[in-house]
């Protein structure tokens, strides 16, 4: 049986807008949560009425964010059943654990502490609030780290082995599992770009307030608040982006190469290509400006460690795939006969390369009958979309350098108590807002459209995950996501501009109705 | 260490356990959510009811994503061919719980009356879509879905949407609806305001009836209109999880499990002894012994299906020996362990914490307190 492509199209189609869509939200509840953690914390330590209504009023954003993020999170949850069903099969018994398990350890614990984050102010005392919020906080961050291991095993599939009776991939290991470099990598830096995003959203909100002259003493204080904590996760999100970069070097060679640009093997240690324009059809990149060593440094962390280029590494799935066809054959002579010995032998010796024959079956109908044109075909179709991963990472990057400019410069500027001083600083700050959401959507092409044309990496090819279902069902549900999150995003859109709007001193929050006196210290 | 057998009946267990704790959790945010506008006659009497599932809605939400996640990893196939057979049903589900949580969030952050009765209605839909679909995709699992597996395991599908509404499916959606809208009342009676109770309490009362009513026609139609289906080769709990190793044919009825095991017949005996509670309780206006009973309905209902079924989880009307069973649609013998230790440290956490925030939470939300407030946040 052929795939179906235009299902697959449509079914990568809907999985990347969901998923990009709820990455618009998470990013953010990540950050605030912290942020509103730590306004409390100073709230409850100094006594200072004027914390309270920071975290109030930040925690007023946190709360129409935070009821997208749980609703199309929703989408997620199940959109490997309705759209991916084989991948379901194949994986369900390893990548399935972690999302159940972030379900009854973190979603559970933020999910049940918010509620009372909103409507316990008056029931609890200023400790257990805070407990409250701290829960929340960490609720949310745990769960980053689930889906992160559940995702992290799809970059790096350790701890599972292919089952022949039941056809799919089981655990073998599932300490190997949870302690995935990938997934522990990939954690911190996406929480990190969380923080950053969240403190960012506090800094230029505040900016603006400062631009208008109103609700001044909380503007500067949660200023201050995000321009520190912006500036640690900020250096964090660099220095771990390049703990990520040195592991995806150790299990996706392929990728790293495509992000590079690096068609041939560089002698080491290689240069980094710092701007051109790759071509995947002539496999070169015109206008090259290259900076030497660097690239082998950041990727091996030697100056003699070899980085294979993208030729090189299809060369090496051709090999990958031919011994991939000696387990596929050896497979369906097991199904007929469980006792043959020597086909039994021969899958055992090749079933890690049993994926690479799957890749196959998007060339042909039967990987057996598969030709040397075949083989060649499929072997290239492992480079994924050079272009659109070698610009997305630099446009990334360029992001995470600015964060870290502007955050020790607001950092410098509180400081100094020099925040409100300097309208150029407080404009670009105000327009410095959607960077972070544009940085972590590109990161998450890197990561993942950089995965093609694995689901799971060297096991599951995206193409064959799909479920059993016709176009016109994925063409349904896809224009009504569409028209759905477009009225959802123009309504969240609509609340959060009008409560920035009316702010801390429009809202009526507080009901003496006073703005907080002026010149108290932090 | 547990052997394979047993594991699989602990996680059959579980999912009734996970199932019973989403109907009755999330069960009354759907009831609130529906009778919204039959409930509360003005904007005052509307906020009330909402703050009473504002700040706990999203934790009872949780029942349902880790439904979904503990499916997906203890039952792989069933995740796999429920979802993707039931594609468009799944898709108007995910918009009504997707609509849901927004609802709730925004509806009270703008005061403009247009705002919110276009959000009074959006959470209609959301809270009758759900109740809706639940009880004929529950339907359908005694009829059977169109599905087969080749060697590769991978599934067909060869139903459309509205194939899933045959009449038996449809009054199977008429017990979730009034089981759901009985329970969302009671608990609205005993958690609303003093004023809304009475007429909480003759809503209730009149779906506790209809609750009845129906329960017992689908029991009756079960009984003698409906084909079981009987796994006619040896059955080994220790089997590897491939569901083309068996053969099953459909005959007799679906009660013959009940006959096997007469411990199953409690369970429908209380659904039915819980709904005459809920009617006699509310009559006595004990609200909170009503919305008591309610829930054991909504348990007792959810473990009356599932012992009905066993040892089926999905039975295939296409290809019958395709059909997922407890002995053979499960993950592998380590991922259910796993798991298992995951619920025994997790759970009790889950549901003290959450004992703590209701306990937090205890008292009636009064339409003075509306009043005064500045809003629903």
Redesign the interface.
């Known amino acids: 049986m052929m795939i179906d492509q235009e299902l697959v199209t449509l079914s990568r189609l809907q999985f990347a807008l969901t998923a990009l869509y709820h990455f618009l939200f998470v990013p953010l509840t990540l950050g605030l949560s912290w942020l509103l953690a730590i306004m409390e914390a100073v709230y409850v330590m100094s006594g200072r009425e004027i914390w309270k209504r920071m975290t109030q009023f930040w925690g007023l954003l946190f709360g129409i964010n935070f009821a997208m993020g749980v609703a199309t999170g929703v989408t997620m949850e199940f959109q490997f059943g309705t759209n991916w069903a084989y991948y379901a099969h194949y994986v369900g018994d390893v990548f399935g654990t972690p999302l159940a398990i972030e379900g009854a350890m973190a979603f559970f614990l933020e999910a049940t502490f918010i509620g009372l984050f909103f409507f316990g102010w008056d029931r609890l005392g200023r400790v257990a609030h805070l407990i409250v919020t701290f829960l929340l906080a960490l609720g949310t961050n745990l769960s980053a780290l689930w889906i992160l291991i559940a995702n992290g095993w799809m970059q790096n599939p350790v701890g599972a082995e292919f089952n022949l009776d039941t056809m799919r991939m089981e655990v073998s290991s599932f300490s190997a599992v949870l302690f995935n470099p990938v997934a522990q990598s990939k954690f911190v830096h996406t929480v990190s770009a969380g923080y950053v995003l969240g403190s960012m959203f506090v800094l230029s909100i505040s900016a603006w307030y400062l631009l208008r002259g109103r609700n001044i003493d909380l503007a500067k204080r949660s200023m201050t608040v995000a321009a520190s904590f912006g500036l640690a996760s900020a250096l964090s999100v660099v220095v771990l982006g390049d703990e990520s970069g040195y592991t995806v070097s150790e299990n996706q060679k392929m990728k790293l190469a495509a992000i590079e640009a690096m068609w041939e093997t560089e002698p080491a240690p290689a240069p980094f290509t710092a701007f051109g324009f790759p071509d995947l059809a002539e496999r070169k990149t015109h206008f090259a400006v290259r900076i030497p060593w660097v690239m082998g440094i950041i990727g091996t962390r030697s100056l003699d460690g070899v980085l294979p280029g993208i030729n090189e590494l299809v060369e090496e799935a051709e090999q990958r795939i031919e011994k991939g066809r000696v387990a596929y054959a050896a497979m369906l002579k097991l199904r007929e006969n469980r006792d043959d010995a020597a086909a039994r032998a021969a899958f055992d010796a090749n079933k890690a390369d049993l994926g690479y024959a799957l890749l196959l079956r998007n060339v042909v109908a039967d990987p057996a009958l598969a030709s040397h044109a075949d083989v060649q075909k499929a072997a290239v179709s492992t480079i994924p979309n050079v272009p659109v991963l070698f610009w997305s990472f630099r446009l990334m990057v360029g992001c995470g350098l600015y964060f870290i400019a502007l955050f020790a410069y607001s950092f410098w500027l509180a400081s100094r108590r020099e925040l409100d001083t300097k309208r150029w600083y407080l404009k670009l700050a105000l327009w410095s807002l959607p960077l972070p959401w544009l940085a972590a959507e590109l990161g998450w092409i890197v990561a993942e459209y950089g995965r093609q044309p694995w689901a799971i990496e060297g096991v599951l090819p995206t193409a064959l995950g799909v479920s059993s279902i016709t176009s016109a069902q994925v063409l349904f549900s896809l224009c009504g996501f569409v028209i759905f999150y477009t009225s959802l995003a123009v309504i969240d859109a609509t609340l959060m501009l009008k409560y920035v709007r009316r702010g801390p001193d429009g809202l009526g929050l507080w009901r003496d109705g006073q703005v907080p006196a002026t010149g108290a210290a932090t | 260490m547990i052997d394979y057998t047993t594991l699989r009946v602990i996680w059959w267990l579980l999912l009734g356990v996970l199932l019973i704790g989403f109907a009755i959790m999330d069960g009354f945010d759907f009831g609130i959510a529906a009778l919204l506008r039959v409930l509360g006659r003005d904007d005052d009497e509307r906020r009330v009811l909402l703050e009473t599932v504002?700040?706990?809605?999203?934790?009872n939400?949780?029942w349902?994503?880790?439904g979904?996640?503990?499916v997906?990893?203890?039952w792989?196939?069933v995740?796999?061919?429920?979802?993707?057979g039931l594609?468009?049903a799944?898709?108007l589900l995910?918009?009504a719980?997707?609509?849901?949580?927004?609802g709730?969030?925004?509806r009270n952050?703008?005061a403009d009356p247009r705002w919110r009765s276009a959000w009074d209605w959006a959470l209609t839909f959301a809270g009758f879509v759900p109740m809706l679909l639940f009880g004929v995709a529950v339907g359908n699992l005694f009829l059977g879905l169109p599905f087969r597996f080749d060697?590769?395991?991978?599934?067909?599908?060869t139903g459309g949407f509205f194939d899933l509404l045959h009449p038996f499916a449809v009054l199977s959606g008429l017990v979730s609806i009034a089981m759901l809208t009985m329970h969302g009342a009671s608990y609205a009676a005993f958690k609303a305001d003093e004023s809304l109770a009475a007429r909480a309490g003759n809503i209730a009362r009149f779906a506790a009836l209809a609750f009845l009513a129906f329960y017992l026609i689908a029991g009756a139609w079960l009984a003698f209109g409906i084909a079981g289906f009987v796994i006619t080769s040896p059955v080994t709990g220790e089997g590897?999880?491939?569901p083309l190793l068996k053969h099953v044919v459909v005959q007799g009825h679906w009660f013959a499990s009940l006959s096997a095991h007469p411990a199953f017949w409690l369970a429908s005996a209380l659904a039915v002894g819980a709904a005459i509670a809920n009617f006699a309780f509310m009559s006595a206006r004990r609200h909170f012994a009503a919305f008591l009973a309610s829930a054991l309905v909504c348990a007792a209902t959810i473990l009356s299906a599932g012992f009905a079924l066993f040892p089926f989880l999905l039975p295939s009307s296409l290809d019958p020996n395709s059909s997922l069973t407890i002995w053979d649609a499960s993950?592998?013998k380590?991922?259910l362990g796993?798991?298992f230790i995951?619920?025994l440290i997790?759970?009790p956490l889950?549901i003290g914490?959450?004992a703590w925030?209701y306990s937090?939470?205890r008292g009636r939300v009064t339409l003075e307190h509306i009043r005064s407030s500045?809003g629903g946040?």
């Open positions: 504002e700040p706990v809605w999203e934790g939400q949780v349902f994503i880790l979904g996640g503990a997906f990893a203890a792989p196939y995740y796999a061919v429920a979802f993707s594609y468009i799944m898709f995910l918009v719980l997707i609509v849901r949580p927004v709730f969030s925004y952050k703008l060697a590769d395991m991978r599934m067909t599908y590897p999880s491939n993950s592998s380590t991922t796993l798991m995951a619920v997790f759970m889950v914490y959450t925030v937090v939470l500045h946040y």
